[in-house]
C-alpha cells in the first residue's frame, strides 16, 4: 500500500536527514551545496519507486511535507505554525534563489528549480507512460497496462465492492491530456519536445 511504503521510506530515509542536518549545524558550508545534497541524498531515497506506484492525494501531501522539512532545516526556517510569514512558497523561492547562484545558462536555471516532490514524480510517471507508448504491442508491458492499439487502459472483468480505486495508467494519461492543453505548465516541456508529442497522441484517445 502507498501508505505503508511511505511510513518504510520516510523512517529510513530521516534518518539520513537527521545526519545532514547536524553536518549542515556545523560545517562551514554554501546553502546551495546544502540544496544540491539536499536533492540528491534526500529527494532521490524519498522519491525512489512512488513513479510506478498510484498514491493518494494525502500520501502526496505527506511527501510534499517531508521535503519541507529538509528545506526549512537548511535555511533555519522554523514551521509554518510557529511563524506565518514563512509560507511554503515563500520558502521555495528562496531555495531557488539561492541554488541559482552562479548559473547564467537559462537551461540550467531550469533544471536546478527545485519544485514540489510530488511534482518530480508526475514528470517520472509521464516518462515511464511515453515509455510505455514506445513499446512494441507484444511487449508484456505494454500488454498489461493497454487493452488495444488505441490505447484503451486494461480494466480487469470483475470490479470490487465499494468506491473504484486510482489507475496508475488513467492518471498518467488523464495527467498527460492537461499538460497538452495547458501550454507553459510546470513541467516547461517544449513543443520540440519528442517524448510529450508522442504522449499528446496517445493521451487523445482518453479525454476523461
Not at 536533492?39 to 494525502?58: P, R
Not at 522554523?78 to 541559482?100: C, G, L
Request: net charge positive; charged share 30%.
Amino acid at each position: 500500500m502507498p501508505s505503508l511504503k511511505f511510513k518504510i521510506v520516510s523512517h529510513h530515509v530521516y534518518r539520513y536527514l537527521k545526519v545532514l542536518i547536524f553536518f549542515w549545524k556545523n560545517a562551514n558550508c554554501p546553502i546551495r551545496w546544502k540544496l544540491l545534497v539536499h536533492n540528491a541524498v534526500i529527494i532521490t531515497k524519498l522519491t525512489y519507486g512512488f513513479e510506478t506506484v498510484q498514491f493518494t492525494d494525502s500520501v502526496g501531501r505527506k511527501l510534499n511535507a517531508f521535503q519541507m522539512k529538509g528545506l526549512r532545516k537548511i535555511f533555519n526556517i522554523p514551521p509554518s505554525f510557529i511563524d506565518r510569514t514563512w509560507t511554503n512558497q515563500k520558502v521555495f523561492d528562496e531555495a531557488n534563489k539561492n541554488i541559482r547562484e552562479g548559473s547564467t545558462h537559462s537551461y540550467m536555471a531550469r533544471v536546478l528549480t527545485i519544485r514540489p516532490v510530488t511534482e518530480y514524480i508526475d514528470k517520472k510517471k509521464l516518462q515511464i507512460l511515453g515509455h510505455i507508448i514506445r513499446c512494441n504491442n507484444k511487449d508484456p508491458l505494454r500488454q498489461i497496462t493497454f487493452a488495444d492499439h488505441r490505447l484503451t487502459p486494461l480494466r480487469p472483468a470483475l470490479r470490487r465492492v465499494g468506491r473504484p480505486r486510482d489507475k496508475w495508467v488513467e492518471d498518467a494519461l488523464r495527467k498527460a491530456w492537461r499538460i497538452c492543453r495547458e501550454p507553459g505548465d510546470i513541467f516547461e516541456y517544449t513543443a520540440e519536445d519528442r517524448q510529450i508529442d508522442e504522449i499528446w497522441f496517445a493521451a487523445k484517445w482518453k479525454l476523461d
